[in-house]
């Protein structure tokens, strides 16, 4: 159990570590938990809605791929103009010494609708919103009410972070072994220490039981009085509690020590004998894209190009363009001479081919459009787009030349080989190439939610926005432009009479690998010494440092005039994203 802010804590916790998320935040302007920095006393419910999206945006990190996050979330309605709310007889904890105002767009008395409205920001963030769960209780709390029907019902929603995830429906079957249904009876139960509303263990059993196994971590982001880490060691499961008010902790803390010692001891063993968790999204994201390759450049994709084209006209080429002893020598290997030699019907019927022959060389694909390296900058969109432009199409048979030569050399200095020393050979080079390229997804994903994160500086004094570029004029009447793009990645430039005049480079390094972080860095001087050439004063590096010496890879881009945390700009939180939006607002004139 951890006592802090949830968003702080989550940020030190390893991506992929638990198994499902069992919790129920605190309510828009239903209860007032006297403690600095809690939820649910928003003006706004947006507000409090954006709050906990940021909070479960870190959940879904912390989540394995197969994970699952079960939401309990109550509805308010508006205060009618009222600031506090007296105790109630049958209900003394809704006292309220104050209360949000009715927000802009609602009426007094409205139900806000709050359960639902966060369900679909969770789902527009990036979650799967898989069931809405009705937790009827039957024991319901009376209401003062004369003019609605008294409620007696809550939203729980399940939500994964996967199209597939782990649930076993056998765990908790219903009558006769029916699938369990979408509405649970289940009483409310009060815990004696807690003067605040808490979960029945029957509830959080089910989720529990459900989306995780024996052995695995379950979290709680709200933890209260500890219900959810009660019922996950009773299930023989770790738990993680984060609780911002040290006087829940320690009620939590007594609860779980009343389960005995043989619990305590079984739960330390499990977690103190757990490994690290070995994320699973890169090799899955690799295997995906070697599934591509091999539909377009490895050896599946050659043979269909070669029954497309026809052996003559290949044989026909083979005996123009490659020297006679090489071919003989792949033919006295039982190997066709496509398997190491490119020719132009092939490359003309299947341009991704040409990925095919580079990587036989050991080329990666950024070496081949390198002008600095080799220079083969069409033929590289050419395999990538599939399409050899009308351009350069009359210098491919000169193009399958220059590849020939180095591959005739490899034959011979190869002298035995057979059809698998060819794919291991292709395989070597294709590894690196789909690592980088995961990287540059990566890369784009963070500079999109950095640029949308800035965005939100600015959209309010938008006059044109489009999807990478916003035009925003201040109150003091300055005008700037604020652009995505690839070098800097996001830029600011002001807009005076004569153009643009550039104020503000971003380098965004959204990677998470600590070794290669330096490297990162490295890249982010270089483009930043481009940028002063350029004439940004201000040039920005956002990059994952968590676990790092901050202070070496500060020195490690001099031309860095700031340094900020990707994932607290990414999230909107923390101290490096105040820190950022203050600057921000500061170099266009407008107060933070």
């Given at each position: ?16 570590l638990?198994?499902t ?6 309510y828009?302007?239903?209860r ?14 947006d507000?409090?809605?954006a ?6 945006d ?10 699952s ?5 109550g ?11 007296a ?9 309220m ?13 409205e ?10 920001a969770?789902q527009?963030?990036?979650w ?10 039957p024991?319901?709390m ?20 996967s ?9 908790v ?16 139960q009060?815990?004696?220490e ?6 029945p263990?029957?509830?959080?059993d ?6 995780s ?22 299930n023989r ?19 779980i ?16 004998l757990?490994f ?14 070697l ?9 599946p ?35 066709r ?11 003309e019927h299947?341009?991704?081919l040409?990925g ?9 694909k ?19 787009s599939?399409?050899i ?17 180095p ?7 190869m ?8 794919s ?17 997804v990566i890369?784009?994903v ?27 004029e ?5 005008s700037?432009?604020?652009v ?8 600011l ?10 104020i ?9 690998d ?10 982010a001087e270089?483009?930043?010494l ?20 901050r ?20 999230s909107?939180?923390?101290?490096d994203w ?6 921000f ?8």
């Amino acid at each position: 159990m951890v006592t802090g802010d949830a968003l702080d804590v989550l940020a030190g916790i390893p991506s992929g570590l638990v198994r499902t998320v069992v919790t129920s935040p605190p309510y828009w302007s239903l209860r007032d938990y006297s403690t600095p920095g809690q939820l649910g006393l928003e003006d706004d419910p947006d507000e409090y809605v954006a709050s906990l999206v940021r909070i479960f945006d870190e959940v879904r990190r912390v989540l394995t791929k197969d994970g699952s996050l079960w939401l309990n979330i109550g509805d308010s309605y508006t205060s009618g103009g009222r600031t506090w709310r007296a105790p109630d007889k049958k209900n003394p904890i809704r006292v309220m010494t104050t209360r949000p105002p009715t927000p802009k767009g609602l009426k007094p008395k409205e139900l806000v609708g709050i359960p639902w409205r966060l369900a679909f920001a969770l789902q527009a963030s990036g979650w799967y919103l898989r069931s809405d769960v009705i937790w009827r209780k039957p024991n319901a709390m009376p209401e003062s009410v004369r003019d609605r029907p008294t409620r007696s019902h809550e939203y729980l929603f399940l939500l994964t972070k996967s199209e597939r995830y782990h649930y076993d429906r056998t765990a908790v079957p219903e009558v006769n072994g029916r699938n369990l249904r979408t509405v649970w009876d289940i009483n409310t139960q009060a815990f004696p220490e807690a003067h605040f509303a808490t979960f029945p263990p029957g509830l959080v059993d089910r989720c529990i039981r459900t989306t995780s196994e024996p052995g695995d971590i379950v979290l709680d982001p709200f933890l209260g009085s500890g219900t959810v880490a009660e019922v996950a060691i009773q299930n023989r499961r770790a738990f993680i509690g984060i609780e911002l008010n040290p006087e829940y902790v320690e009620i939590a803390r007594q609860r779980i020590s009343r389960l005995g010692g043989g619990w305590i001891n079984g739960w330390k063993k499990l977690t103190d004998l757990r490994f690290a968790p070995i994320p699973s999204d890169k090799p899955i994201d690799l295997y995906e894209a070697l599934i591509s390759a091999r539909r377009l450049q490895l050896q599946p994709a050659l043979g269909r190009a070669v029954s497309g084209v026809g052996a003559t006209t290949i044989d026909e080429e083979f005996r123009r363009l490659v020297p006679a002893d090489a071919l003989d020598h792949v033919a006295s290997l039982g190997l066709r001479g496509e398997r190491v030699f490119p020719v132009p019907s092939i490359l003309e019927h299947a341009p991704p081919l040409i990925g095919y022959y580079r990587m036989l060389l050991g080329i990666s694909k950024k070496d081949f459009g390198d002008a600095n390296k080799l220079g083969y900058g069409p033929w590289k969109n050419a395999e990538e787009s599939g399409v050899i432009s009308a351009r350069i199409l009359p210098d491919l048979p000169r193009f399958c030349e220059a590849f020939i030569k180095p591959l005739a050399d490899l034959v011979f200095a190869m002298d035995v080989f057979d059809d698998r020393d060819l794919s291991d050979l292709t395989l070597l080079t294709l590894g690196p190439t789909l690592q980088g390229a995961r990287n540059n997804v990566i890369g784009r994903v963070a500079s999109k939610k950095v640029f949308a994160a800035i965005r939100t500086l600015v959209s309010r004094y938008a006059t044109f926005d489009s999807k990478r570029l916003v035009r925003f004029e201040t109150p003091a009447g300055r005008s700037f432009a604020l652009v995505e793009g690839t070098d800097p990645d996001v830029r600011l430039d002001a807009t005076v009479s004569g153009g643009e005049m550039p104020i503000i480079a971003i380098e965004i390094k959204g990677g998470e690998d600590a070794s290669n972080a330096h490297n990162r860095a490295g890249e982010a001087e270089k483009s930043h010494l481009k940028a002063r050439q350029q004439g940004f004063d201000h040039r920005w590096t956002i990059m994952v440092m968590r676990g790092l010496d901050r202070q070496r890879l500060s020195e490690e881009t001099p031309s860095s005039t700031r340094l900020f945390e990707a994932t607290n700009v990414m999230s909107q939180t923390g101290a490096d994203w105040d820190s950022l939006r203050r600057g921000f607002l500061e170099i266009i004139g407008e107060s933070s």
